[in-house]
């Protein structure tokens, strides 16, 4: 019998058994391109380090929609070699999601973020609704150790790439939009226009130096995401990707693999450059022991200002009020939701993103060890993510701060 044939969860439970072979497990998100890319890279970095049988079958089952059916039709042919399966498809998605809940043993956890559709155990758990079903909600330091065994497997996995071979091309109309003189030379630039979940929007204005700077080297600017061009960025010859009816998930995934930098203003979008090592700067995020994992990846975070004592906070006060906040299940917020109603955010300035970007194309170039700064701020987190990444925040910007160190 094939999978695919399948038609209830039954006969699903004993195909599983029958056949050893194993569900991708709490795959929540199927409408974020973050979590997409982060957990099946979360079951790649498993099998290459040798953590899950590599004999057995494995099965990544998602919802029907565009974001999971263009992930399938880029990655599953690719992703073969490592005894994946991948469907996109919402009965499949349903009778999945039931045996993974009935009998957690038949899933492989991938799921990074708090809500979970199946658990091994129940301890530090809560049971709500999301999505019209009951789910669980895992604490925020489970969160935090299932990222941090996440980063330990992307290390162990050494120099495995599974992801450049499987690069989409850029191609017909895409490829005219863009320009065939511009293609290797792509720079993708994203940038929030509101604030929301970890991430505070800035003034278009303050990335006007660091387009400038990337026009002058010859990158062709490529405007990234849903949220709408800017009017301050007329003038600067910009490829309105974002509003263009070209725009979707097959197509960010093969302008994002295919960038030689990329600028994200707090998105899973910055996931895709991070799987692959390439250059990219993450600006905006408050969160500063939350940071990406990529060697090639910097960060020039949202500062947080304390209106009370008229300061801000030092870095490792920053931390603390990220680690210390409650569980979602108290208040109803997730804890990487910017804390407005308690400090006033500090967003990058536009000296310090051209200066991130500087450093990220570098590193594109040649291995460069951290700075001081940059490995006493890692010291600074040893129990979070920023102990076992390989991303750094911006020297430019910890020099400007190296007193809130």
């Not at 604490?139 to 050494?158: A, C, E, L, M, P």
Request: hydrophobic share 40%.
């Amino acid at each position: 019998m094939s999978i695919r044939s399948i038609k209830t969860a039954e006969e699903l439970y004993s195909f599983l058994r029958e056949t050893k072979s194993k569900l991708l497990a709490n795959m929540i998100f199927s409408a974020s391109p973050g979590h997409l890319i982060h957990e099946m890279d979360y079951f790649l970095r498993q099998y290459l380090a040798h953590e899950i049988d590599r004999e057995t079958t494995y099965y990544w089952i998602q919802r029907s929609g565009a974001m999971p059916e263009a992930m399938v039709e880029t990655y599953a042919h690719h992703f073969r070699k490592y005894n994946l399966e991948m469907i996109a498809d919402n009965d499949m998605f349903a009778m999945a999601n039931e045996v993974c809940r009935m009998v957690p043993e038949f899933g492989i956890n991938v799921g990074l973020g708090h809500i979970r559709n199946s658990v091994m155990s129940r301890e530090n758990t809560y049971v709500q609704i999301f999505h019209y079903r009951l789910h669980y909600y895992v604490s925020n330091d489970t969160v935090v150790q299932t990222n941090r065994h996440y980063y330990q497997t992307r290390t162990r996995s050494g120099d495995a790439d599974p992801w450049t071979d499987a690069r989409p091309a850029i191609d017909g109309p895409l490829a005219d939009m863009i320009g065939a003189d511009g293609l290797d030379r792509i720079a993708a630039i994203h940038l929030r226009t509101h604030s929301g979940n970890a991430g505070v929007a800035l003034p278009p204005d303050r990335l006007l130096p660091t387009l400038g700077f990337l026009r002058d080297s010859g990158y062709r600017l490529v405007k990234v995401g849903t949220e709408l061009t800017p009017p301050e960025f007329a003038g600067l010859g910009i490829v309105n990707y974002s509003e263009s009816p070209l725009r979707n998930f097959k197509n960010d995934l093969a302008v994002l693999t295919n960038a030689k930098v990329t600028l994200v203003n707090t998105s899973g979008l910055e996931n895709v450059a991070d799987v692959m090592n390439l250059p990219c700067v993450s600006y905006g995020n408050w969160p500063l022991s939350a940071v990406p994992y990529s060697k090639n990846m910097v960060v020039v975070p949202t500062l947080l200002s304390d209106p009370v004592r008229n300061r801000v906070l030092t870095f490792p006060e920053q931390m603390l009020a990220y680690r210390s906040k409650p569980e979602q299940w108290e208040t109803g917020r997730f804890v990487w939701h910017v804390p407005f109603e308690h400090f006033d955010p500090v967003p990058p300035r536009a000296d310090e993103l051209l200066a991130a970007t500087q450093e990220a194309i570098q590193l594109g170039q040649e291995n460069r060890p951290l700075t001081d700064l940059q490995a006493r701020f890692k010291q600074l987190d040893s129990s979070g993510l920023t102990a076992v990444s390989q991303a750094r925040i911006s020297d430019y910007f910890l020099q400007r701060f190296a007193n809130l160190i």
